[in-house]
Structure formats: C-alpha cells, structure tokens
C-alpha cells in the first residue's frame, strides 16, 4: 500500500520553518540592521546638493541643474514606515526546477521572508500576483497575520495557462496602483515577450525598484541524459532533442548566456537593481548577496 502523499504545508507553518532556517540566521549575520537590505533612497525630499561622483544618477533634479550649470542632485529622508510592494510572476515557467525546489518555491519562501522582516519593523507590504492575468492585489498592510494572508495567497496554486508570458501587464498593474513612493521588488524569472522595458523605467522614476531574477541551473546548462523530449511550460509546444550532442548542448548554453546579457542590459538602462537567486542558493547567504549589492550601491 502506497503511503499519502504528503500534507501541503499551511501558512503558519511556512512562516515558522523561514523563521528558524532563514530569520534567525539573517539577525545573527547582519545583527538585525535591515537598512542597507531595505533601505535606498528615503521617500521624502531634504534638500539639493552638488552631484558627486558616487552618486546615483537617478536622483540627478535636471531643472536645478539646468539653471545652476551644474549637476545637482536630490537628497531625502528615510522615511521610517516604508511600503514596500511585491510583483511576482506566477506564470508557469515559473514551477520549473525539481521536487521541492522549484523557481516557484523559491518566490514563496524569498516573499515570505522579505515580508516577515519589514513588518516586524512597523513597515507595510503589499503584493500583486501575476499569470497573464492580475490574479489578486493584497493591498499593504503589517503584522504577522497580514503575513499569513500573503502566504496562503501564495499557497494557492496558480490557474494553468497556454500563453507566453508578457510582464508588461504586471508592470503597469505596478504603475496604475502604487501612487506613494515605495520600495518595489519585482520578482520573475524574466521569461517574457518584449515590451516591458519602458513601463519598468517609468516605474523606476516613481519609486526605489529591485529587480530579482529567480532561475534554474538547468535554465542555463543543458544535462547530458541523452534523447528526451522537451515541453513549453508556457505554450505546450514539445520537441524532440537529443541532448548528448555537444553541438546542440553548446548553442544552448549560448543561447542562455545571451539572453542573461540582454537581460543585464535591460536592467541597467531601465536604473534597476538587478539580483539573481538560483532554485538552489541558500536564502541566507542570497539575501547578505543582497544587503551587500545594496550597500555598495547606496554608498
């Protein structure tokens, strides 16, 4: 007689599993000082100053230095309450990766985790969850049951599609609902058609947005287990390959170095911070990464 298959995991027991493996490790190794994690550019306008050459361009005000001939640059407070908003693509491709350590997961536990840690700072967190479609906008809130919230919604498995996926509409969903300025993670596996790029700039200039690319090793190098037949997780075309043969094997993996130096450029041109976590990164060690990039950055 088989054995059950094993229980979903609910909610609580997601936050209190990230607590002990993730949390408490982050606090021991950042000494619970999130800024340089969370923290960019405050919200609220102090003062202008004249540009220096560590500074981030972004925050160049083009009328000032327009009248002075000199680059000026504005400054802000932190803002001690943050918003920060979470738009993650469900989109199929996204339940790539094995067993229990798909790209999916990796988007729950990364969201779960995140989420804890602002609001058990007083911060606010809202989320839009994405498949082609808006499938639910958890406005902000704080508090560990609006944490619970959040995770059952990413518990829900999300509805099958047979369409490519398009960020374009996750992005302006981004733009048309956050009005104040807030911290913005996009979190994706950037398998998408073209044409999100300039809603994401736009969204940049509005708000501080860091964008995390969520991937699989196998994305990027294909395994030698010989014929095998390969399906879009998106559109459900199948084809046959062998994948023994090394020129089929090279090409792929110059196709994916490619597109990750497409991507790359993207980003920057659009003023994003990028990050990447593979399915299989340790979290703690992904999110110091993180804090690390993020501190150079601000510096």
């Not at 995770?151 to 047979?162: D, I, K, Q, S």
């Not at 090793?217 to 879009?232: A, C, N, S, T």
């Amino acid at each position: 007689m088989s054995s059950p298959a094993a229980a979903e995991p609910t909610p609580e027991q997601v936050l209190r599993r990230l607590d002990w493996q993730v949390v408490r490790r982050l606090d021991g190794l950042l000494q619970g000082d999130y800024r340089t994690l969370f923290y960019g550019a405050g919200v609220d306008f102090a003062d202008l100053r004249e540009y220096q050459a560590e500074d981030d361009a972004r925050y160049i005000d083009w009328n000032v230095t327009a009248r002075m001939h000199t680059l000026y640059v504005r400054e802000y407070l932190e803002d001690r309450e943050l918003t920060a908003w979470m738009l993650l693509d469900r989109s199929p491709s996204m339940a790539f990766g094995r067993d229990e350590h798909t790209k999916g997961h990796v988007l729950v536990d990364l969201v779960t985790t995140l989420s804890h840690l602002f609001t058990r700072r007083g911060n606010r967190v809202g989320a839009i969850l994405y498949n082609n479609v808006v499938e639910r906008t958890v406005p902000p809130g704080g508090g560990r049951r609006h944490v619970l919230r959040l995770v059952r919604e990413l518990l829900n498995p999300p509805a099958r599609t047979r369409t490519a996926t398009d960020l374009n509409g996750l992005i302006q969903t981004g733009l048309n609902t956050i009005k104040r300025r807030s911290m913005v993670f996009l979190v994706s596996d950037f398998l998408s058609e073209p044409g999100w790029e300039r809603p994401l700039s736009l969204l940049c200039r509005r708000h501080d947005v860091v964008a995390i690319r969520v991937w699989d090793p196998r994305e990027v190098e294909f395994p030698d287990v010989g014929v095998m037949v390969l399906e879009d997780s998106e559109t459900g075309e199948q084809v046959l390959v062998d994948s023994s043969d090394p020129v089929l094997r090279r090409r792929f993996a110059e196709a994916a170095r490619s597109r990750e130096e497409r991507l790359a450029a993207t980003l920057r041109r659009a003023g994003v911070d990028p990050f990447a976590i593979s399915t299989e990164d340790d979290l703690v060690s992904a999110l110091v990464r993180m804090a690390g990039q993020r501190k150079r950055r601000v510096r």
